[in-house]
């Protein structure tokens, strides 16, 4: 009689590296926004915190920063960097400007009617589509991965929203109290048994932050 084996699987959820952007333009899905050299600094510090593990495979949203994060990730291991559209940075009303969210806005009453809701929120992409969009890549990297590690390099955001989607939280939320740090990185591990790959659960989400204090969340789903 043969003894079922538990699987582990880790899709590790990491925001880019620092943008270079003297101007301070809300860039969002721009073209043309590079790391500045702290960014190429800490996507490198990223790499050496994920070294050593067992990743196969290295995803990129299609952004240059996203792109530039993952590439010492990747050739820590050998690996190419896939492209994942699904994990792009969110849509944005205000993409292009200086001004965003926050009580500056008052002193810019042109912009107000794309703060009419903000549990949608009604200045760029439904937090809810951002959460599916990004959900459906993980579980399908999941799954290809199963049984290892898979990183994932996407954006604030979209990185924040899946993870509250998952603890079973309000997707809405203050921009200015996400916990996902520049190079941060937001690990999904997985638990199920060998041979029944539709019982993987989601065990826990523990959150680092490589180029800061360490870790300083991890606990089971809904907590």
Request: aromatic letters at 8%; a positive charge; hydrophobic letters at 40%.
């Given at each position: 009689?043969?003894?079922?084996?538990?699987l582990?699987?880790?899709?590790h959820?990491?925001?880019?590296?620092?943008?270079?952007?003297?101007?301070?333009?809300?860039?969002?899905?721009l073209?043309?926004?590079?790391?500045?050299?702290?960014?190429?600094?800490?996507a490198e510090?990223?790499a050496?915190?994920l070294?050593?593990?067992d990743?196969v495979?290295?995803?990129?949203?299609?952004?240059?920063?996203?792109q530039?994060?993952?590439?010492?990730?990747?050739?820590?291991?050998?690996?190419?960097?896939?492209?994942?559209p699904?994990?792009?940075e969110?849509?944005?009303?205000?993409?292009?400007?200086?001004?965003?969210?926050g009580?500056?806005?008052?002193?810019h009453?042109?912009?107000?009617?794309?703060?009419?809701?903000?549990?949608?929120?009604s200045?760029g992409?439904?937090?809810?589509?951002?959460?599916?969009?990004v959900?459906?890549?993980?579980?399908?990297?999941?799954?290809?991965?199963?049984?290892?590690?898979?990183?994932?390099?996407?954006?604030?955001?979209?990185v924040?929203?899946t993870r509250?989607?998952?603890e079973?939280?309000?997707k809405w939320?203050?921009?200015?109290?996400?916990?996902?740090a520049?190079?941060?990185?937001?690990?999904?591990?997985?638990?199920?048994a060998?041979?029944?790959?539709n019982?993987?659960?989601l065990?826990?989400?523990r959150?680092?932050?490589p180029n800061?204090?360490?870790?300083?969340?991890?606990?089971?789903?809904?907590?």
């Open positions: 009689m043969s003894v079922t084996t538990g582990t699987t880790t899709v959820l990491v925001r880019h590296g620092e943008v270079h952007n003297p101007s301070k333009v809300l860039y969002g899905r073209p043309g926004f590079r790391l500045s050299e702290r960014g190429l600094e800490q510090v990223a050496r915190f070294a050593g593990r990743v495979a290295v995803i990129s949203s299609p952004l240059e920063r996203a530039q994060t993952a590439a010492p990730i990747a050739a820590a291991y050998g690996l190419g960097v896939q492209i994942d699904r994990i792009i969110s849509s944005n009303y205000f993409e292009g400007g200086v001004v965003e969210p009580p500056g806005i008052l002193r009453p042109g912009h107000w009617h794309a703060l009419r809701n903000p549990f949608r929120p200045w992409e439904a937090y809810e589509n951002v959460a599916a969009r959900l459906a890549a993980v579980e399908e990297a999941r799954a290809a991965a199963r049984g290892h590690e898979v990183v994932l390099v996407s954006h604030q955001l979209p924040f929203v509250r989607a998952l079973q939280r309000p939320h203050r921009p200015d109290r996400r916990q996902c520049l190079a941060s990185v937001t690990s999904l591990v997985f638990e199920g060998a041979g029944e790959q019982g993987d659960r065990a826990y989400i959150y680092c932050e800061g204090p360490g870790i300083t969340k991890q606990g089971s789903v809904g907590a």
